[in-house]
């Protein structure tokens, strides 16, 4: 009879990311086990140290995000996986880690391409992804001939309410050249921002567009604004890290040391879904390109509808937003097939009849042109739900 494995999994499910994870190793064992899990405590319970150990001695193999347990859980000679927020990564183990430098090039990217000439970055210089997101996003930035502001809170008492530190948040901001494209280094952050943004007199995107990560919907419900933010594949790093323990318990050996968690897209609400753009005959096409995007259009139409000659609108448009405007038109209907990959259970055909493509190969043939990935490789990598609810639904691809 095969035994069912058992699975500590030391691993806070208060933040998006780390949810996803759980969802991932979930979906896992749900496909592969069942496994028995055994959680972290929640924070109201008093279990004595001693007992959560005890049962770690019970365990086949142990996921953890937590440095304070890890010397006695090695002790065990279990299989481990870890990631942990205080350091890069943990030698000798597989660890599970985030490129934190492309999550802030993609976000640096995102405000490049609204037309965005100055940059901001609010972050947390006690943790080194913080301090890495900023790096990504500044280089991105300064290859666009451009320099980002960062807020510095080290001379910020680490005790002060949040009330005071607003007080600090409103001043920079207020002192920030305008309009600003702003990342902050999570979601939690952004919040915080859009509240001293609201409570500067700030108008948010006009005056401060701002960009977090995580996808955290509770984050951005709670927020004064839909708040915009770079979905990661932390799901797909969970169902990866649980394939890897699983392999692990067996007995196999083991082949891979990192399991990479990348930034998959940007998810546009309110607080980026402007257009920094002062020539207003280039907004004028910006705009229609924006609303038109999911039918086939071309610059002789975009040009009509800003009351420019194609010549001289194209020269404008490549002046304000540094690329062409057939450029512009596949970028926006790229990020549009984006969406209905991620949000819809809709058939690769139905979104290519309803993007105006002839059929499924058309639009295969444009999206791997502009993203060189397939429509199959982009759900399979970053879209885990749509592969737990649609597996093996006839159709899909």
């Given at each position: 009879m095969h035994r069912e494995l058992k699975v500590m999994l030391l691993i806070d499910s208060a933040r998006a990311y780390e949810r996803a994870l759980l969802s991932g190793i979930a979906r896992y064992s749900q496909l592969h086990g069942p496994w028995i899990f055994f959680h972290k405590p929640p924070f109201w319970e008093t279990r004595p140290r001693k007992s959560l150990l005890a049962e770690l001695g019970t365990v086949d193999g142990i996921i953890l995000i937590e440095s304070s347990y890890l010397p006695e859980i090695l002790k065990l000679c279990v299989p481990v996986i870890v990631s942990n927020y205080a350091t890069e990564r943990i030698d000798g183990l597989p660890n599970i880690v985030s490129d934190h430098r492309a999550i802030g090039r993609m976000v640096a990217d995102h405000l490049i391409e609204r037309g965005f000439r100055h940059f901001a970055f609010c972050g947390d210089g006690d943790y080194f992804w913080s301090n890495q997101r900023c790096e990504g996003f500044q280089q991105r930035v300064q290859e666009a001939g451009s320099k980002v502001h960062c807020f510095e809170p080290a001379s910020i008492p680490k005790d002060l309410l949040?009330?005071?530190?607003?007080?600090?948040?409103?001043?920079?901001?207020?002192?920030?050249?305008?309009?600003?494209?702003?990342?902050?280094?999570?979601?939690?952050?952004?919040?915080?921002?859009?509240?001293?943004?609201?409570?500067?007199?700030?108008?948010?995107?006009?005056?401060?567009?701002?960009?977090?990560?995580?996808?955290?919907?509770?984050?951005?419900?709670?927020?004064?604004?839909?708040?915009?933010?770079?979905?990661?594949?932390?799901?797909?790093?969970?169902?990866?890290?649980?394939?890897?323990?699983?392999?692990?318990?067996?007995?196999?050996?083991?082949?891979?040391?990192?399991?990479?968690?990348?930034?998959?897209?940007?998810?546009?609400?309110?607080?980026?879904?402007?257009?920094?753009?002062?020539?207003?005959?280039?907004?004028?096409?910006?705009?229609?390109?924006?609303?038109?995007?999911?039918?086939?259009?071309?610059?002789?139409?975009?040009?009509?509808?800003?009351?420019?000659?194609?010549?001289?609108?194209?020269?404008?448009?490549?002046?304000?937003?540094?690329?062409?405007?057939?450029?512009?038109?596949?970028?926006?209907?790229?990020?549009?097939?984006?969406?209905?990959?991620?949000?819809?259970?809709?058939?690769?055909?139905?979104?290519?009849?309803?993007?105006?493509?002839?059929?499924?190969?058309?639009?295969?043939?444009?999206?791997?042109?502009?993203?060189?990935?397939?429509?199959?490789?982009?759900?399979?990598?970053?879209?885990?739900?749509?592969?737990?609810?649609?597996?093996?639904?006839?159709?899909?691809?």
């Open positions: 949040w009330k005071k530190e607003q007080q600090f948040l409103m001043a920079w901001l207020r002192s920030l050249p305008q309009p600003v494209g702003l990342m902050a280094c999570i979601d939690e952050r952004s919040r915080q921002i859009a509240e001293a943004c609201k409570a500067a007199a700030l108008s948010v995107p006009d005056q401060v567009a701002i960009l977090g990560v995580d996808n955290d919907e509770i984050i951005y419900n709670l927020s004064n604004i839909p708040l915009s933010s770079v979905a990661l594949t932390a799901e797909q790093g969970g169902y990866e890290a649980a394939e890897l323990l699983d392999k692990l318990m067996q007995g196999r050996r083991n082949t891979k040391d990192l399991i990479e968690i990348k930034p998959s897209h940007v998810v546009t609400r309110a607080s980026t879904d402007v257009l920094a753009i002062e020539d207003p005959q280039v907004s004028r096409a910006a705009k229609f390109i924006s609303d038109h995007c999911r039918h086939t259009i071309y610059v002789a139409d975009v040009a009509k509808a800003a009351g420019l000659s194609r010549r001289v609108l194209e020269k404008r448009f490549r002046t304000a937003l540094a690329r062409s405007i057939n450029g512009h038109i596949r970028q926006c209907r790229v990020q549009h097939i984006l969406k209905m990959l991620t949000y819809s259970e809709m058939t690769i055909l139905e979104i290519a009849l309803t993007m105006g493509f002839s059929d499924a190969a058309h639009i295969a043939r444009y999206f791997r042109s502009q993203t060189g990935m397939s429509l199959a490789e982009y759900r399979r990598q970053h879209c885990p739900k749509y592969h737990r609810h649609l597996r093996g639904a006839p159709g899909h691809s």
